[in-house]
Nanobody, 123 residues
Framework: QVQLVESGGGLVQTGGSLRLSCAAS????????MGWFRQAAGKEREFVAV????????YYVDSVKGRFTISRDNAKNTVYLQMNSLKPEDTAVYYC????????????????WGQGTPVTVSS
């Protein structure tokens, strides 16, 4: 069982930055791929980024490439999402996800999900 708790969301102006954190419980954190999703009001949940268990390979949705960076610290059982050059269209609730298989995360069928942290980008 893995429990995920996101933090770091908030209100930021266009062009600003935020860093989201996702703290995971459990001793097997380092064996899980970790990812971030977001869901804007009235829209479907969208894949944002995923990282492998080692953090050596990361994948992003095209709309955030060059602006967002996913990283992890296995010693702290934490995955991060650094978000730079934020745009109003990045406004959403951001969710952390964990699964042993990276592909499951990319497909949105991860085993574990956090409760989400809201991000609002004002224009």
């Amino acid at each position: 069982q893995v429990q995920l708790v996101e933090s770091g969301g908030g209100l930021v102006q266009t062009g600003g930055s935020l860093r989201l954190s996702c703290a995971a419980s459990g001793r097997t954190f380092s064996s899980y791929a970790m990812g971030w999703f977001r869901q804007a009001a009235g829209k479907e949940r969208e894949f944002v980024a995923v990282t492998t268990w080692s953090g050596d390979n990361n994948y992003y949705v095209d709309s955030v490439k060059g602006r967002f960076t996913i990283s992890r610290d296995n010693a702290k059982n934490t995955v991060y999402l650094q978000m730079n050059s934020l745009k109003p269209e990045d406004t959403a609730v951001y969710y952390c996800a964990a699964d042993p298989w990276l592909g499951h995360i990319q497909l949105g069928s991860a085993d574990y999900w956090g409760q989400g942290t809201p991000v609002t980008v004002s224009s």
